[in-house]
């Protein structure tokens, strides 16, 4: 029984992955403050909610419980007591419900040492990665992983203090440690960060393997490139270092991936049947309005799909929004029947749409009945707006990590485990 736990944990890629290659585990923590993650994750993968949990509490009692932890709504910023204390009263149960479920420590700045389990056999970190992309150095986040940028994405060093605490507390540290992030962690503007990581992991006793890993070498038509560390835990075994070492350089994913690579077919995760409900619905809500910034979009973003027929083999990254250029790419339709659009942004409909949340979904490797799981556990938070709404699906999705890309990492994980032990 492999003993995990997630920070920065999301919807839960790597359980479900784990679960898809059939390895028994178990969470024993899950770490995010993302309300709309925290109740995704939960639905994702414990079903639908028993509320009898919580039934016990008043309006009053749940706000007080909740302003204990640390909560954002948007990811970004902490949630005041009198943000929590407008929510309707099933929002909070199902939110208190959620966190109990998935046994979630919430904020990582406030996660110790003395709050984890005693053996952890696996700690994955994927913290935030809007100071380190490209697009965050648009909008003045220049900070990067600088130890004293107070950023989202500096919150790798609480990774480091609660290791650093686990080790002067006498604690074993987890065997494996798994990161992931955007490849621009390895730019000459973060290396230097980077390698002060890695080597502050090498004085802890870890062998480090560093990977760039596409998507689209994992059968997900999706060119989305990530940056992967695992770290084995070897102490101060040379031997096992040497076998650490020597395994994953022999077994290099970048490179297996690459020469065994079977070209995924774009249309398996495409849903282009209108003739279903739910698809042709859920296409019309991811049509824009014709304004005439829709219309650069248009133009300037590549066509996915132009009269039902695929024009290419895959997707670009999928983001936290799709209503933007750059997008992940377009689709062109007839879906309103008219033979010519005007982007003047007096009232019509444009002619193409963007990528459907059930469709981000699946190009990050969950399956469809992951995702009418969480639309058919969604509720009305407030008058006639769902909880999980269409633009935060998508957010939840674009910061996901690729399902299949992970199924590939723990695979190799588990052997080389073995090897160790062995």
């Given amino acids: 029984m492999l003993k995990i736990v997630e920070t920065f944990s999301g919807i839960g890629s790597q359980a479900k992955a784990l679960k898809n290659i059939g390895i028994e585990f178990e969470v024993l923590n899950t770490v995010d403050w993302d309300i709309n993650a925290i109740y995704a994750y939960d639905i994702l993968h414990n079903g639908a909610q028993d509320l009898s949990l ?134 000459e503007r973060h290396i230097e960060n980077f390698d002060e990581w890695r080597n502050i992991l090498v004085d802890l006793g870890y062998e480090n393997k560093v990977y760039d890993l596409c998507a689209y070498d994992f059968g997900v038509p999706q060119m989305r490139k990530r940056t992967f560390m695992i770290s084995v835990f070897v102490g101060n075994n040379k031997q096992k270092r040497k076998v650490a070492s020597k395994f994953l350089e022999e077994t290099n994913l970048e490179v ?81 029947g008219k033979k010519k659009v005007i982007y003047d942004g007096k009232g019509d409909k444009a002619d193409f749409r963007y990528l459907t949340p059930r469709e981000c979904f699946l190009f990050m490797g969950f399956s469809e009945d992951d995702y009418d799981n969480l639309i058919n556990n969604n509720f009305e938070s407030r008058s006639s707006t769902n909880f999980l709404t269409k633009d935060k699906l998508i957010k939840l999705a674009g910061n996901s990590i690729v399902v299949n890309v992970l199924e590939a990492v723990f695979k190799n994980m588990a052997e080389l485990n073995k090897l160790i032990n062995d």
């Fill in 54 to 187: 919580v039934d016990k509490y008043t309006k009053e009692e749940l706000v007080e419980i909740l302003s204990r932890y640390s909560l954002s709504s948007n990811g970004k910023n902490p949630m005041s007591n009198d943000s929590l204390a407008r929510m309707r009263e099933e929002t909070l149960k199902r939110l208190y419900a959620a966190i109990i479920r998935t046994k979630n420590l919430v904020n990582i700045q406030d996660v110790k040492a003395e709050d984890l389990p005693f053996e952890v056999d696996l700690l994955t970190y994927s913290f935030p990665c809007q100071d380190l992309s490209i697009s965050g150095f648009w909008h003045g986040n220049a900070g990067g992983i600088d130890r004293n940028s107070n950023n989202r994405s500096s919150m790798l060093w609480e990774v480091e203090r609660i290791l650093l605490e686990l080790n002067e507390n006498g604690h074993s540290l987890p065997k494996f440690l798994l990161m992931e992030n955007v490849t621009s962690i390895r730019s």
């Fill in 256 to 336: 297996h991936s690459k020469n065994n690579r079977k070209n995924p077919n774009i249309s398996d995760f495409l849903r282009l049947d209108y003739s279903i409900d739910k698809y042709k619905e859920e296409a019309l809500i991811s049509t824009p309005n014709a304004t005439p910034s829709r219309k650069k979009i248009r133009e300037e973003n590549p066509v996915i799909v132009e009269n039902g027929k695929a024009l290419l083999d895959s997707v670009r990254t999928i983001t936290t929004k799709q209503d933007r250029h750059p997008n992940s790419g377009v689709i062109k339709h007839n879906l309103h």
